[in-house]
């Protein structure tokens, strides 16, 4: 980790809240109080993340090719010097975490397996989504996700932040929340009554990769050709 970020990691520090011991998550009062902390533990990772990005946004600074990513070709993707900062930001955060609250944690990242070898939760991170965009210079369709789910896969709580628009979603059983960095503002987020496909539904999705959109637009040949008012953009 950068002395900047190892900096900026310790002035957050552990929220005091975290402090109170969770020892399980066997009873509904301590799977509640776990998903309250996971879900700041959340978003203070989250927030440090749109920071760090935008420190270090020019190709320059957070471009540098670090190594490949494990199960992906070269010509797919790589490390960046980025990713390693938005890592080590969460295997951080994670570990004050666990030394606070005394939940163990295995964190499964696009970049390796870390953590407690005989956990309770289970953590799945992309720290930083949009490296080969931001080698190239291309501040767009950059995000950083985060969850946790119970040993049985059970969601527990989540959080995807924006990073160019400054705006992570946090989401639990209690529900979904927005907040917004610009002026931090939190406003509660409900599905969509829509539960059909029409035509005059937009179907937005952005797949980067030539190969994924072929597949995928082959795949979808049979919505297109039902729906064929159906917007993709």
């Avoid at 953590?123 to 490296?131: E, H, R």
């Avoid at 952005?206 to 953009?233: D, I, S, V």
Wanted: aromatic share 10%; glycine share 10%; proline share 4%.
């Amino acid at each position: 980790m950068t002395t900047t970020v190892a900096g900026r990691v310790r002035r957050v520090g552990i929220p005091i809240g975290w402090k109170a011991q969770v020892t399980g998550l066997s009873r509904k009062a301590e799977r509640q109080a776990a998903t309250a902390q996971l879900l700041q533990l959340i978003e203070l990772c989250l927030v440090l993340v749109i920071q760090e990005a935008y420190r270090f946004a020019a190709p320059k600074d957070g471009g540098e090719v670090l190594g490949s990513v494990p199960g992906r070709s070269l010509d797919e993707d790589q490390e960046t010097k980025m990713d390693g900062v938005c890592e080590e930001i969460v295997g951080s955060m994670v570990k004050g975490f666990q030394r606070a609250t005394g939940l163990r944690v295995r964190v499964f990242s696009e970049h390796g397996t870390y953590g407690s070898r005989d956990p309770q939760l289970y953590c799945s991170v992309d720290p930083f989504d949009g490296s080969g965009l931001q080698r190239r210079g291309l501040r767009r369709e950059w995000f950083s996700v985060l969850s946790f789910y119970d040993l049985e896969g059970n969601p527990v709580a989540g959080g995807a932040a924006d990073i160019r628009s400054r705006e992570i979603f946090l989401a639990s059983r209690q529900g979904t929340t927005k907040i917004s960095l610009w002026d931090n503002s939190r406003i509660p987020v409900f599905p969509s009554e829509k539960t059909g496909v029409d035509s005059e539904t937009v179907l937005a999705a952005y797949l980067m990769n030539r190969e994924y959109r072929n597949a995928w637009h082959e795949r979808a040949a049979n919505l297109f050709h039902n729906f064929p008012g159906l917007l993709w953009c």
